[in-house]
T-cell receptor
Framework: KAGVTQTPRYLIKTRGQQVTLSCSPISGHRSVSWYQQTPGQGLQFLFE???????NKGNFPGRFSGRQFSNSRSEMNVSTLELGDSALYLC????????????FGQGTRLTVV | GENVEQHPSTLSVQEGDSAVIKCTYSDSASNYFPWYKQELGKRPQLIID?????GEKKDQRIAVTLNKTAKHFSLHITETQPEDSAVYFCAASSRGYTGGFKTIFGAGTRLFVKA
């Protein structure tokens, strides 16, 4: 069974630009969560989608948004990029319950210059 | 807001010794506590989890304990091996008001096992 796939693996963007990251979950998984990982901060929860609906959101500004498609693939968008947005962005898919195992993708490393 | 504190941030042990990582959470609605291991350059992977109706769970050399009253849970690794060297994350998950869930992670513990 294929794992969680994130594209692209690496991105370099300029301040003020916007970026879109993609996540393809494991087949049959309907929940996709997004996290921002920075050194010393661990994984910070961005949002969770299930059946094309955002069910929960973390404490990030409105510049961070996402969506989920009918095939459960999800995208995350960051507008008006800031230097502090440089991080590894991870998505995780699961069957959808709060106590089901989450499987992570390899992440997209975003560098804002 | 919800918070998970994890200690220590760095832990160095001799091969064969035990390692203990402790976490404290703030959201009393948290009911699921997974632990993830992230090796250098790799994705986090679940190593063990515990639900709120259980006080302790063991899987070979790894065990987790949970004290819901104190909002405290710990990871215990016995007979450590060099391949246990990685960053370990604790997490606390709770249902959201919309039926979804939110998982809050600790900042991570970098474990070094010296051969």
């Amino acid at each position: 069974k294929a794992g969680v796939t994130q594209t692209p693996r690496y991105l370099i963007k300029t301040r003020g630009q916007q970026v879109t990251l993609s996540c393809s979950p494991i087949s049959g998984h309907r929940s996709v969560s997004w996290y921002q990982q920075t050194p010393g901060q661990g994984l910070q929860f961005l949002f969770e989608y299930f059946s094309e609906t955002q069910r929960n959101k973390g404490n990030f500004p409105g510049r961070f948004s996402g969506r989920q498609f009918s095939n459960s693939r999800s995208e995350m968008n960051v507008s008006t990029l800031e230097l502090g947005d440089s991080a590894l962005y991870l998505c995780a898919s699961s069957l959808g319950g709060f106590d089901t195992e989450a499987f992570f993708g390899q992440g997209t490393r975003l560098t804002v210059v | 807001g919800e918070n998970v504190e994890q200690h220590p941030s760095t832990l160095s042990v001799q091969e064969g010794d035990s390692a203990v990582i402790k976490c404290t959470y703030s959201d009393s609605a948290s009911n699921y506590f997974p632990w993830y291991k992230q090796e250098l350059g790799k994705r986090p992977q679940l190593i063990i989890d515990i639900r709120s109706n259980v006080g302790e769970k063991k899987d070979q050399r790894i065990a987790v304990t949970l004290n819901k009253t104190a909002k405290h849970f710990s990871l215990h690794i016995t007979e450590t091996q060099p391949e246990d060297s990685a960053v370990y994350f604790c997490a606390a998950s709770s249902r959201g008001y919309t039926g979804g869930f939110k998982t809050i992670f600790g900042a991570g513990t970098r474990l070094f096992v010296k051969a």
